[in-house]
């Protein structure tokens, strides 16, 4: 069982994130079992976004960072997830983003970040705490078609720590196209994973 290690820390489990959907248990958002989440909101609005519905700077589930990490806490016990991916939206925009990043780094939990900023424009202390990180506008007149999930040329996928760097063929290698079908509390559908 995983514990919250007490650390002196200049950060607080009570900064908030604006949740949109969470997957406890998914193997569409990178390698592995994984617990994945769209955060609501994106200022970046890149045109033929995949998740239009998420670009809107509106509040949808305010949700502790104390209370997503015990989230991701119970997938880890029940399903045994390898990992988390942030998605969006634009993560980034999130208070919490690097409290949470830390807490999965100091718990052995691997963390994929997808964002539409370069990677230049992160917060070091955010870098500091990701295992791979995904950069770059979505380009509709880019699409790739080469690699899995990553929706266009101009994106990067930068391998911060060695965790993920022997599963670099997941992204490039031909595999059958895998979709994720929720269905969701708000009478809505959600499909997620390789939909390009």
Known sequence: MLEKKNLTLDFKLNKKLNIAYINTCTETEGPYKRLAMWFQGCNILCKACCNPELQALRIRHIITVEELFNIILDSKDKYDIEGVTFLGGEP?????????AFLLKMNNIGTILFT??????????????LDLVIDGKFEVSKIDTKRN????????????????????????????????INIMKENSIFISGDVI
């Open 92 to 100: 980034t925009l999130q208070e919490g983003l690097i409290s949470l």
């Open 116 to 129: 539409g900023k370069k990677i230049e424009m992160l917060d070091n202390d955010l870098i500091n705490n």
């Open 149 to 180: 999930l990553i929706g266009s040329e101009n994106q990067n996928i930068y391998f911060l720590t060695n965790r993920y760097e022997k599963d670099e063929k997941w992204f490039f290698e031909k595999r059958e196209k895998k979709i994720e």
